[in-house]
């Protein structure tokens, strides 16, 4: 089961990496370039729905998008459940529904419902500690599956309320029960992160998304004993450049004759779509049932 195999991943001595996809393709390509995991990203699924990243979607049109790329791969999928969308209730449904589709973990974040995404300047509004702390038991409460993820992340940096308070939140929801901490952070450094590591005393595997301080490496992640690295939103990002950069040229040029050495050939469409295995089948059987007549 790939709960069990993103458990075994934490309990292992090699960092896990983690790549942000939107969709059955995209998780595809990240399977196919080796990632560990995928990160059914909250910023990659609304904006492939060209709307906000700011609770616009539902849960369910997250959940369908997760099942789609669950259904296309056969690593882990570790979802973006943005603030549990809403209260403590609405977090039980949430867990019995992604644990029963066969999503091996989910994270959720310590903002208020609706949540703004963190890079957005304005107000970033926290829930209380112990508000978050019985999102974190129902969850665990909730899940059937023992070795279902359950990762809590701290906002506390981002909306500028200082390391006391991110330490405060992490032994918070240590104490309540998540698997791991993700620590969020939008400095162009590592100095934050690594002054919060440096104070975290616990044993609950650390995760980070370095979209803003993209100069880490492995070797520093290995060094800081961080557990999960998530890229969140690579694949997203790098898309709209290629497909705006081939859009306009086609525009541009009136023909589709000079880009056309630089995209996809159709075959590698049609191999990443299953149809030569479609094929291949259809013959197979056809073979077979003339050899019954």
Request: charged share 25%; net charge negative; proline share 2%.
């Amino acid at each position: 089961m790939k709960t069990q195999k993103l458990r075994a991943l934490l309990n292992s001595g090699e960092i896990i990496k983690v790549i942000g996809a939107h969709n059955g393709l995209s998780a595809k390509l990240a399977e196919q370039a080796g990632f560990d995991a995928i990160w059914a990203s909250g910023l990659e699924i609304s904006a492939s729905h060209a709307v906000p990243d700011a609770n616009i979607l539902t849960m369910t049109e997250n959940l369908q998008a997760a099942i789609v790329m669950n259904q296309a791969t056969s690593i882990p999928i570790i979802c973006d459940c943005d603030s549990g969308y809403g209260s403590v209730n609405n977090v039980i449904r949430m867990v019995k529904e992604y644990e029963r589709n066969g999503i091996a973990g989910i994270c959720i974040e310590d903002k208020r419902f609706p949540k703004l995404n963190s890079f957005i300047e304005g107000s970033q509004k926290l829930e209380d500690i112990s508000d978050f702390q019985q999102k974190i038991r129902a969850a665990k409460d909730t899940q059937v599956n023992p070795d279902f993820v359950i990762i809590a992340r701290i906002e506390a940096l981002i909306a500028g309320m200082g390391m006391e308070e991110a330490l405060k939140r992490a032994d918070a929801y240590v104490e309540a029960g998540a698997d791991a901490i993700l620590i969020h952070s939008k400095m162009d450094d590592i100095n934050e992160i690594q002054e919060f590591i440096t104070k975290f005393d616990k044993k609950t595997p650390i995760v980070i998304v370095p979209t803003t301080y993209p100069n880490i490496t492995t070797k520093e992640m290995s060094d800081l004993n961080i557990k999960m690295v998530i890229y969140a939103n690579h694949g997203l990002r790098s898309a709209i450049t290629a497909m705006e950069n081939v859009f306009s040229r086609i525009i541009e040029d009136g023909t589709t004759a000079y880009i056309e050495s630089s995209i996809t050939s159709m075959d590698r469409v049609f191999e990443l779509q299953g149809m030569f295995e479609m094929r291949e089948k259809e013959d197979r059987y056809k073979k077979n049932l003339l050899e019954i007549r």
